[in-house]
């Protein structure tokens, strides 16, 4: 008896020694178990491949089940540390590998990352559900939160308490067996969908290519354009021909120059179609059931419509406030666009053309429009955006505004060639962060412009995590021995995700949950679209729009033209953005969790609105990522009322000077730093003194 002891001894011994070496191989192989051994602790890019994703994921849900078990096993009294800190605290392994996954999947994906997102999607679905649902977790955050009036907290704290119960009441803690299993099920389908949404619109975006061979189809396109396009070609396997895509630094371009109006309409119906050509990456089912479940969901949660659901933490609180602020703006915009139409139909028939203006030809004649009033186009602009110019001139505003500078790092892992790596540092030389930018498009890379945290600002144990931020972008890429040369609007756009990236670096937060971009929807385009106000602003754009080849200050001829085109095509530009608001808002308003026809509710939407036929909506529903795939649904509207906020906040700067130190001072404290540790209209109060008007931002667009 006693040997089989001994044995039984020994064997299991030997059992925990191999789990143990086990696990250390696991540890010392997959980067995720350890320590990020690099300069400022950033991602080993170099070291991470797609197999450690699943396994790292998995880890960190049972790690995080463990940090969890040990809250609600306490039989310690509730208390703020103990269950609110402690739960904030959880979960950091799987924190870790999701910024990580997550950035790379949107940035530079590939078959196998998208099968990870797959089987990743309903385990973790899963496993947030189990922490909302987890009934003796919830109680213990309830006992907390109903003595929050005795308790000293600071407004950070209870910013974070407030925040961590009203999540489990929208969570479903709540609700009854039966509902939470069924919240359960729409939960992980929702996110299932949500993924197949994405990849679709990638693969159809990668998919389409116009492929031109003969020179006289590239009528009117800049050299610089046609440039682009033989590279492209070549890349693409079409060596001597020229191809155009779907990604905008090749459409766009392609839509305001091309002489051929038949290869027009071609390129431009494809990139409203996709989504949409009933194959295997149609998108409208997928959408029409992603609708219907919302609904569903917000039932069983006692809200009328997903939109009350979402609208409940954003500043607009309901649905009908949002639509009630784009009525006062939609109005001035469709009479502006009206009138817009009126003059490029007017130019057809000076032309000696009969035909109708239709979308793929509004770029076209603006862009003609444009150089005929203003003698300035795209072509004229292009050679004083170096794209290092303008990345060092959004830098050298935020060194005037907060003392910052920025230093490039070339010994750092990245992820991808074309990314660039910049150490941020305050002004006395410490250290704040680290930011990645990565600027041209790909196959692998999702479309549009964002900023997200490989690791957000936080402090833990009195010390100070310092953050990790990616910019993503899509700009015009160099061809040949030129440069990246962007457009006006891309160079806006850099300064815009950069304003983004500042909210994250420059964060001051205890508590990750609250730090950097953590604030409402509609609160959180604020410090990106102020941004774009000192791009354009004449005194700045001298400092760095300079000739690539010469090195000449751009003209102050240029510089007026810029200022005096400032509202030309704006009635376009917001109609056009706006009747995605529009859409956006349609669909999550609805009341039944119905699957509607997409093609019939579109259009009744656009009806409804009065969407003049010479303009498309931004976003089609089979291609609307933001509110499909992203994280705006029931919130697009959010950069029109950005707009207002940051029209309203820059008139602060206008009212003493551009870069006036104690204005700076007030927006850094009390805007970028702050996070989401108090409501956003009290820190938008205390920086501005008041609410802001909607008046500004009209008159920014000419609509007053």
């Known amino acids: ?43 080993p890019f170099n070291k991470i491949k797609e197999e450690h994703y699943l396994p790292a994921f998995k880890q960190g849900m049972k790690q995080q089940q463990h940090e969890i078990q040990a809250i609600v096993s306490s039989t310690e009294p509730s208390t703020f540390e103990n269950t609110i800190e ?30 990870i997102a797959k089987d990743a999607a309903p385990l973790l679905s899963k496993h947030e559900d189990d922490i909302k649902l987890n009934a003796v977790l919830f109680e213990r955050v309830k006992a907390v939160y109903d003595q929050k009036e005795k308790l000293e907290l600071s407004p950070e704290q209870g910013r974070l308490l407030e925040r961590t119960y009203k999540e489990f009441i929208r969570g479903g803690a709540n609700l009854n067996p039966e509902k939470q299993a069924r919240l359960r099920q729409i939960n992980e389908e929702l996110s299932l969908l949500s993924l197949k949404f994405g990849e679709n619109v990638l693969k159809e975006n ?106 409940e933490k954003n500043m607009a609180k309901k649905p009908e406030n949002v639509y009630k602020f784009l009525d006062q703006v939609w109005k001035p915009s469709l009479a502006k666009a009206k009138e817009e139409a009126r003059d490029l139909q007017s ?55 907060y003392g910052i500078t920025l230093k490039e790092m070339t010994d750092i892992p990245k992820y991808h060639e074309d990314v660039k790596v910049f150490e941020v540092l305050e002004g006395d030389g410490s250290h704040i962060g680290i930011l990645y930018q990565d600027y041209f498009p790909r196959a692998s890379k999702r479309g549009g412009a964002w900023m997200n945290s490989f690791r957000k600002q936080s402090r833990r144990d009195g010390s100070d995590i310092h953050p990790v931020i990616a910019n993503v972008f899509n700009f015009s890429k160099p061809t040949g021995d030129k440069p990246a040369l962007l457009s006006f609007e891309e160079a806006l756009t850099l300064f815009h995700e950069f304003g983004h990236g500042l909210h994250g670096l420059l964060s001051n937060c205890t508590y990750e949950t609250l730090s950097g971009t953590a604030v409402p929807r509609d609160f959180v385009e604020l410090p990106s679209q102020i941004m774009e106000n000192w791009a354009g602003d004449p005194e700045v754009i001298k400092d760095y ?5 010469t090195g000449e200050v751009i003209p102050q001829g240029l510089v007026d033209k810029i200022k005096k085109s400032g509202h030309f095509n704006q009635g376009f530009a917001t109609v056009e953005y706006m009747a995605a608001c529009y859409l956006d808002m349609d669909w999550h308003t609805l009341t039944e969790a119905k699957e509607p026809d997409v093609k019939k509710f579109e259009a009744e939407s656009m009806k409804k609105i009065g969407l003049i036929p010479e303009i498309v909506v931004r976003y089609k529903s089979p291609y609307f990522g933001h509110i499909f795939s992203g994280g705006y649904s029931s919130g697009y509207y959010s950069y029109i009322w950005a707009e207002v906020l940051d029209a309203d906040a820059y008139q602060a700067f206008k009212e003493t000077n551009l870069f006036d130190q104690k204005t700076a001072l007030a927006f850094r404290k009390n805007i970028l730093e702050k996070g989401g540790t108090e409501d956003p209209m009290t820190l938008y109060k205390r920086f501005r003194g008041a609410e802001p008007k909607i008046d500004a931002v009209l008159k920014r667009k000419g609509f007053k």
Not at 282 to 310: I, P, Q
Not at 363 to 392: C, I, Q, S
């Open 1 to 43: 008896m006693k040997k089989t002891i001994l044995f039984l001894a020994m064997v299991s011994l030997l059992l925990f020694s191999c789990a143990n070496q086990t696990h250390k191989k696991a540890a010392e192989e997959n980067p995720f178990f350890s320590e990020f051994n690099t300069p400022f602790n950033v991602p």
């Open 86 to 115: 402690a739960l904030e605290r959880s979960g950091s392994l799987l924190t870790k590998v999701g910024n990580v996954f997550d950035i790379l999947n949107g940035a530079n994906t590939n078959a196998e990352m998208q099968k």
């Open 206 to 311: 990668n998919a389409f290519e116009l492929v031109i061979d003969k020179e006289e189809e590239l009528a009117g396109l800049p050299e610089s354009v046609v440039a682009g396009a033989a590279e492209s070609a070549k890349e693409r396997g079409h060596e001597g021909k020229w191809v155009f895509t779907l990604h905008k630094p090749s459409m766009i371009p392609f839509l305001q120059y091309s002489e051929k109006r038949e290869l027009r309409e071609k390129i431009f119906k494809a990139y409203i179609s996709r989504g949409d050509n009933d194959n295997e990456l149609d998108n409208k089912a997928v959408l029409s059931k992603m609708a219907a479940l919302r609904v569903e969901r917000a039932h069983l949660l006692g809200y009328e419509t997903h939109a009350d659901f979402v609208l």
């Open 347 to 401: 130019m057809i028939k000076q032309e000696g053309n009969d035909f109708k203006l239709e979308p793929w030809d509004w770029w076209y004649y603006a862009e003609k429009l444009r150089k005929a009033k203003y003698d300035l186009d795209d072509k004229t602009l292009r050679p004083y955006f170096k794209l290092e110019n303008v990345r060092d001139g959004a830098f050298a505003v935020a060194n005037k505004l």
């Open 545 to 549: 729009a300079k000739h690539y080849e």
